[in-house]
C-alpha cells in the first residue's frame, strides 16, 4: 500500500483523493495546502489523513513515497523539482510546467532518481479515446487526413492561465498519442475578453509530417459545452463526443474516392468523386473512470517498474506544443517550428 501525500486542496485536489483511495493501492497520508479553507474543508471527508500547510513536512516524511501536485501552474515546476529530489514519485497536474526550459530539467531529475514521474493527461485515460486510438493505430480509418478538437464551455475561467494551456492542453496531449508522434509546426490564434493578457478563446492549427493536420479550438466562453473529437481518415471517420454517455463513440464508414480512369469515358458529369456512405456502428466502450485509471497506473508504475502513459517526456512534449502556439499568437499567427522533445536526456 503506497502512502500519498497530495498537495493542492482546491478545485482537482478533492477528485484525486477521491480516486488515491479507491483504487485500493494508496492511502492518503497527508492533505497540504496554504489555504486553510479549503485544507480544512476536504480534511473533514479524510480523518486519517494529516493536514498541513507546510510542504516540508510532507518532503521530509520518509513514509511517504508518492505525491500528487495539483496546485497553481507556475508551482508545478519548483514543487515537482523538491519532490524529486527527494526520492519520491510524483504525479503532476498538466500542465507539466510553464515553459519548455523546465520541463526538461524535471524529466531528467526523475531519471537520475529513479522515479516515477507522471502527467495528468487525464484524457490519454478516457476508454472512448482509446477506442479511438485503437481504430487509428488498427489502421480501419485508412490514412489519417486531419483531426479535429473541440473543447468548450461557460466557464470555469482562470485567471493564471490562458485557455490554451488549461484546455488545449489535453487535446495536445491526446493528438500526440494518435499520431505517436509530435507536429512539427503550428499556427494559433487567441482572444482576450475577460482578463487582460489571458486567452478566453483560441483556435490552433498543428500540422505533422505527411500532411496531417489536427484543428483544436479551446474556450470557457462558449454557450455550449462541448467535449468532441472528429478523425477523418480515407476509409472511415470517427467521432468521439465525451459528452454522450450511451454511445460516445461513432465509427462512419464513410469516404469519397475518385473512379478508376477506365470507367471515365470523357463527358464531364461522368468526372465526378465517389462518395461512399455506408452509415454508422458504435464500437463498445468500457465504462471506467479516466480519473481512477490514471491514478490506478500511477500505483502500478511505481510497484512494477512501468513506463506511465503519459510520462514526463510526453508532459514536456505538451508544454513545448503549448508554449510554441502562444507564440504564434503573440506574432500574429505566424507559423512557429515545433522542436518536438524526448532526445538526448
Same mark, same amino acid.
Given at each position: 500500500?503506497?502512502?500519498?501525500? +497530495?498537495?493542492?486542496? /482546491?478545485?482537482? &485536489?478533492?477528485?484525486?483523493?477521491? *480516486?488515491? !483511495? =479507491? @483504487?485500493?493501492? %494508496? ?107 485503437? +481504430?487509428?493505430?488498427? /489502421?480501419?480509418? &485508412?490514412?489519417?487526413?486531419?483531426? *479535429?478538437? !473541440? =473543447? @468548450?464551455?461557460? %466557464? ?124 454508422? @456502428? ?64
Amino acid at each position: 500500500m503506497h502512502r500519498a501525500a +497530495l498537495v493542492g486542496t /482546491g478545485y482537482w &485536489g478533492p477528485n484525486l483523493a477521491n *480516486s488515491i !483511495e =479507491r @483504487t485500493g493501492k %494508496g492511502v492518503l497520508q497527508y492533505l497540504c495546502d496554504t489555504n486553510p479553507q479549503n485544507l480544512y474543508a476536504l480534511a473533514r471527508r479524510y480523518p486519517h489523513a494529516k493536514p498541513t500547510t507546510d510542504i516540508d513536512e510532507v518532503i521530509d516524511d520518509p513514509a511517504v513515497d508518492a505525491v500528487f501536485i495539483s496546485t497553481p501552474t507556475a508551482t508545478h515546476y519548483t514543487l515537482g523539482k523538491r519532490v524529486l529530489e527527494a526520492g519520491k514519485h510524483v504525479l503532476i497536474e498538466k500542465p507539466l510546467t510553464t515553459n519548455s526550459r523546465e520541463a526538461p530539467e524535471l524529466v531528467r531529475l526523475a531519471e537520475k532518481q529513479g522515479c516515477v514521474l507522471m502527467v495528468g493527461h487525464v484524457f490519454e485515460y478516457n476508454p472512448a479515446i482509446r477506442v479511438v486510438d485503437d +481504430l487509428i493505430k488498427s /489502421g480501419e480509418l &485508412g490514412e489519417i487526413y486531419y483531426m *479535429s478538437f !473541440e =473543447r @468548450t464551455n461557460l %466557464g470555469p475561467v482562470r485567471t493564471d492561465v490562458s485557455a490554451l494551456w488549461d484546455l488545449a492542453a489535453h487535446d495536445a496531449a491526446i493528438m500526440c498519442a494518435f499520431m505517436s508522434a509530435a507536429p512539427i509546426s503550428v499556427t494559433a490564434k487567441g482572444q482576450c475578453y475577460l482578463n487582460s493578457g489571458i486567452d478566453d478563446v483560441v483556435f490552433a492549427t498543428f500540422n505533422f509530417e505527411h500532411g496531417v493536420a489536427a484543428h483544436l479550438h479551446a474556450s470557457w466562453l462558449n454557450p455550449n459545452k462541448v467535449r468532441q473529437v472528429t478523425v477523418v481518415g480515407s476509409r472511415k471517420m470517427a467521432v468521439c463526443d465525451d459528452l454522450d454517455l450511451r454511445q460516445p463513440v461513432r465509427l462512419y464508414d464513410k469516404h469519397i474516392g475518385m473512379p478508376a480512369l477506365s470507367e471515365i469515358t470523357g463527358t464531364f458529369l461522368q468526372h465526378k468523386t465517389l462518395v461512399v456512405d455506408s452509415g454508422a @456502428t458504435i464500437p463498445v466502450v468500457q465504462t471506467k473512470e479516466p480519473l481512477l485509471s490514471e491514478v490506478d497506473d500511477f500505483f502500478d508504475c511505481i510497484t512494477y517498474g512501468k513506463k506511465p502513459r503519459a510520462d514526463g517526456v510526453s508532459g514536456w512534449r505538451v508544454v513545448t506544443l503549448i508554449e510554441a502556439a502562444s507564440e504564434s499568437i503573440a506574432r500574429n499567427s505566424i507559423v512557429v517550428p515545433v522542436k518536438a522533445p524526448g532526445s538526448g536526456l
